[in-house]
């Protein structure tokens, strides 16, 4: 017997629960299909258990720098990754929880457990429930992959099985030194291991500017991470200590031996198992649903939301997703996701926040453009807090006056960023943040005296 519905969401992550609210909201009947656990990876595997264990990382290291701030400390800080990993575990399932509880929440709403497959444009399978829906919507998200040699054969951590670790590991070597592999390499070097990072690219965050890469690299590596970069042959063995991580690089030791492997070296769609053929949907050589502007597939029944369309693998370029799904179906509206701004940042300590273009991508524009600096070391809050690394740097349309980008590698960044976005997206020039006036003692207070001090981009 067949299983009617308004709208049929696959994957209840970030976007799914809240169009599936907006839809019950309508009046609309909605089947709500998720094969594992709701909140996708942002709550699971993502964002939230990663930065409470981030939030512990930091806890030990100010700990370990008592002295410096006229703390005294009586014997050795250590880590007790049990008591870590129970903390996480535990902000994970309260906020599973409350997702739990507002999808029952939902007159309408069906939540329906197991894996979903297209039988039809508007026909899923999901066991032996057979559902219809004049709408489908896709927000199935993505997993870790890996291209490294010889993965198969030695026991690697991916950013999902790492996250399940109850002893300490005594070295980790990160294959990818990109965001990820960056943010467990520190986290884990605070934790008291022993940390290398392999990357095969010239520099770590090879896409951001150079001065961010490089600044970057000199914070981690005071404290203690090594570095192996242009590492153009990686390959995975077993050892007796271990794994052992061949480099082929460049200079230095041509292997790593670790206790530990993680493998950060990308993501991809949960899409091969879909039988996204049956809807008309049509897939990129990667395997990321096609997508117009309005998120709209191939198939005039179905539109995908999040990581698996390939427009931004973030929680709130997912969130975005849905916004753009919701009011253009049910609010007469015309959102875009070509309207949206670059918007990203690596949780490292401190953070890097990066909006718009990049410095590099500006020179490449040829646009005549105006460029603003300034290191945390000379802004006050930072220095109050005992903690200067890193810069401020703002971009600007020598013709237009409209900001084109902008990075902060400092404390705060990724929060004081936001007045130069809200700037970009309100399509002002930048004398609104250059003659704003901030609360002090702040880092955000510093934007406006780095606008009333821009420089030609020589």
């Known amino acids: 017997m067949t299983e009617r519905y308004d709208a049929i969401i696959i994957g209840a992550g970030q976007a799914g629960p809240a169009l599936a609210a907006r839809l019950n909201a309508a009046g609309q009947t909605v089947a709500l299909v998720e094969r594992k656990l709701v909140g996708g990876t942002c709550v699971n595997v993502g964002c939230t258990p990663t930065k409470a264990m981030v939030a512990s990382a930091h806890a030990a290291h100010i700990a370990r720098r008592g002295n410096d701030y006229g703390v005294r400390l009586k014997g050795t800080v250590c880590v007790d990754l049990e008591a870590v990993m129970a903390r996480k575990n535990g902000i994970v399932e309260a906020s599973r ?39 489908i919507f896709l927000n199935v998200g993505a997993r870790p992959m890996s291209t490294v040699e010889g993965h198969e054969g030695v026991p690697a951590l991916t950013s999902t099985t790492i996250l399940q670790l109850r002893e300490l590991p005594q070295h980790l070597a990160v294959v990818g030194g990109s965001f990820i592999g960056l943010e467990f390499a520190q986290m884990f070097r605070r934790f008291g291991s022993e940390v290398t990072v392999v990357e095969r690219n010239p520099r770590i965050i090879s896409r951001q500017d150079e001065d961010a890469s490089s600044e970057l690299q000199a914070i981690m590596e005071a404290e203690g991470v090594k570095f192996r970069t242009h590492a153009n042959c990686i390959q995975l063995h077993n050892s007796e200590r271990g794994i052992r991580v061949s480099l082929d690089c460049e200079q230095g030791e041509p292997e ?43 198939s005039p029944t179905v539109w995908a939301m999040g990581d698996c369309n390939g427009r931004g693998a973030f929680t709130h370029t997912s969130w975005n997703d849905y916004e753009i799904v919701a009011d253009n179906l049910l609010d007469g509206g015309t959102r875009s996701a070509a309207d949206r701004i670059p918007a990203y940042a690596l949780f490292s300590d401190p953070p890097l926040a990066h909006i718009g273009m990049t410095e590099s991508e500006v020179r490449q524009s040829g646009k005549p453009a105006l460029i603003g ?21 703002v971009l600007v349309d020598a013709e237009s006056r409209r900001i084109l980008g902008a990075t902060i590698l400092g404390v705060g960044g990724d929060e004081a960023i936001h007045s130069l976005l809200t700037c970009m997206y309100s399509r002002q020039t930048y004398d609104l943040v250059a003659t704003a006036v901030h609360i002090h003692p702040t880092v955000a207070e510093l934007l406006p005296t780095i606008l009333q001090e821009l420089k030609p981009l020589a």
């Open 373 to 393: 600096n300034r290191p945390m070391s000379r802004v006050g809050r930072a220095v109050e807090k005992g903690e200067s690394s890193g810069f401020m740097k």
């Open 97 to 135: 929880k409350g997702l739990l509880s507002w999808i029952g929440s939902m007159e309408h709403c069906t939540l329906i457990q197991g894996q979903a497959a297209f039988e039809s444009p508007t026909t899923v399978r999901v066991g032996d429930r057979l559902l219809e829906g004049a709408r």
């Open 256 to 298: 790593v031996e670790a206790s530990h492997v993680l493998l950060a070296t990308g993501r991809k769609p949960n899409t091969d198992d879909l039988n996204l053929r049956a809807a008309g949907v049509q897939m990129d050589a990667h395997g990321f649903v096609v997508t117009d502007e309005h998120l709209r597939t191939t």
